[in-house]
């Protein structure tokens, strides 16, 4: 499988239940969330890393010239090893949303740097989960993983099955459902925080498009981060690390 094919990737990696984690560093956090590894490709300057890593595990370690392994991933290998993992348990959206009091949902999101990225903002600032839609890219794949610094092999989450109507499972586990986006019923996001209810969720859309109109229809509230200089909104990774500080 070339790695660097985005579509083929996401349409085989779910299907035989795999993903891909690159680094030692990603690979040891996944290790240490409990996943479990199927192979691992290596360079020859990183294998004793690797064997001490796997030392105590029956799983098969691949060597190969930097050469090699490019013409076999599709790009050079510059971060110690790659591993075929497992792909964890689904979990359901219920069993996330029993414990949880701040969650970030994500509607449609197609670029997997921001998917990790936000990610990363839910683990550093303390929120509890991410929740996203049917068409929302893949979190573990290994752009997002990486970007994410490991977080999407730490963090809670689940994929909707049916979104937007899904909405009334959040207001029937108490949540109150915040939009971020830009429209004249918007309110300011310090106001929001000031007096912020005790369960929210914060739903985000795509870069461009925003979120679905009949998503901004059904949530409890607009919220805008308030902007200057002519510029309308921040990226939405952006986006989420500020909503997620001002709200926690």
Aim: hydrophobic share 45%; with cysteine.
């Amino acid at each position: 499988m070339n790695l660097t094919d985005v579509a083929l990737r996401r349409k085989t990696e779910p299907v035989h239940g795999l993903y891909i984690a690159e680094s030692s560093k990603v690979i040891r956090r996944a290790l240490a969330s409990g996943h479990t590894p199927r192979a691992v490709l290596t360079g020859e300057k990183w294998l004793t890393d690797m064997t001490e890593l796997f030392h105590d595990r029956d799983v098969p370690i691949f060597v190969g010239s930097d050469k090699d392994v490019e013409a076999m991933t599709g790009f050079h290998l510059h971060r110690g090893a790659l591993a075929s993992m497992n792909r964890p348990a689904v979990v359901a959206v219920d069993t996330i949303l029993s414990e949880a009091r701040l969650v970030v949902i994500l509607e449609d999101l197609v670029d997997h740097t921001n998917v990790g990225a936000i990610f990363r903002a839910v683990a550093g600032m303390g929120a509890d989960a991410v929740l996203i839609s049917p068409s929302c890219a893949d979190p573990l794949y290994r752009r997002s993983i990486r970007v994410s610094m490991g977080s999407v092999l730490q963090v809670p989450w689940a994929r909707f099955d049916n979104w937007p109507n899904e909405l009334d499972t959040l207001r029937n586990a108490g949540f109150h459902v915040a939009a971020l986006a830009l429209n004249e019923h918007a309110h300011d996001l310090r106001d929001f925080a000031r007096d912020r209810p005790d369960r929210v969720a914060l739903v985000f859309g795509a870069e461009g498009d925003g979120l679905r109109a009949s998503t901004l229809d059904r949530v409890d509230s607009v919220v805008r981060i308030p902007m200057q200089h002519g510029i309308d909104s921040l990226n939405v990774a952006s986006a989420a690390a500020v909503a997620l500080y001002a709200l926690t």
